[in-house]
């Protein structure tokens, strides 16, 4: 599938249409158009998380792990579709920032159920916050109708296994 009426001369930057890079038919790929616009989005979500130290992607983990408490690293994994060693170095870097807490399972020694730090409740909820502002921001560049349909688009091209 291939999207219509975009222009060549697309550039990420002010320089690159200065430049006149022609980006030949990839403006016309639905992956491309969905990856810059995850890029430009992902760009400011990271300046609004930088004062938190935090990253979209460990914002996320944050979340999921607020309202999941007990949750594990393997189900973390699967719930953001990436490998388990993938997983492990965030919830390291969070571990030592004090922001998520570990606890071994009961059932099965070898796991460990995953919580979010009392201490880091503040932070969480500063962070959450912020999101919220940027999300809303982000969100208005689209009628409410446009925001539905971007929504169950998105959801079409994801496939049948989307969340």
Same mark, same amino acid.
Do not use: C, W
């Given at each position: 599938?291939? $999207?219509?009426?975009?222009g @060549?001369? #697309?550039g990420?930057?002010?320089? +690159? ?8 038919? #990839? ?13 430009? $989005?992902?760009? %400011?979500? %990271?300046? !609004? ?5 935090l &990253?979209p ?14 949750? &594990?690293q *393997? !189900? #973390? ?6 490998? @388990? ?6 919830i390291?870097?969070? /571990? ?17 159920a #995953?919580?979010?730090?009392?201490? !880091?409740?503040?932070?969480?909820? !500063?962070?959450?916050? @912020?999101v919220?502002?940027? /999300?809303?921001?982000?969100? +208005?560049? $689209?009628? %409410?109708? /446009?925001?539905? /349909?971007? *929504?169950?688009?998105l959801? @079409?091209?994801? *496939?049948?296994?989307?969340?």
């Amino acid at each position: 599938m291939r $999207l219509s009426g975009l222009g @060549k001369t #697309l550039g990420a930057t002010g320089e +690159a249409v200065e430049r006149g890079i022609d980006f030949d038919e #990839l403006p016309s790929y639905v992956g491309y158009q969905v990856r810059r616009a995850q890029a430009r $989005l992902f760009s %400011e979500l %990271e300046a !609004a998380l930088r004062v938190f130290e935090l &990253t979209p992607g460990s914002f996320g983990v944050l979340t999921l792990i607020h309202a999941n408490p007990g949750v &594990t690293q *393997g !189900a #973390l994994a699967a719930a953001f579709g990436v490998d @388990k060693s993938t997983m492990s170095p965030v919830i390291v870097r969070l /571990e030592r920032r004090g922001l998520v807490r570990r606890e071994v399972q009961a059932h099965d020694r070898r796991r460990h159920a #995953l919580f979010l730090a009392p201490a !880091a409740e503040p932070t969480y909820r !500063a962070a959450r916050d @912020k999101v919220r502002t940027v /999300e809303e921001s982000i969100a +208005a560049r $689209l009628t %409410e109708v /446009e925001q539905r /349909e971007l *929504g169950r688009l998105l959801v @079409k091209l994801q *496939g049948a296994d989307a969340p």
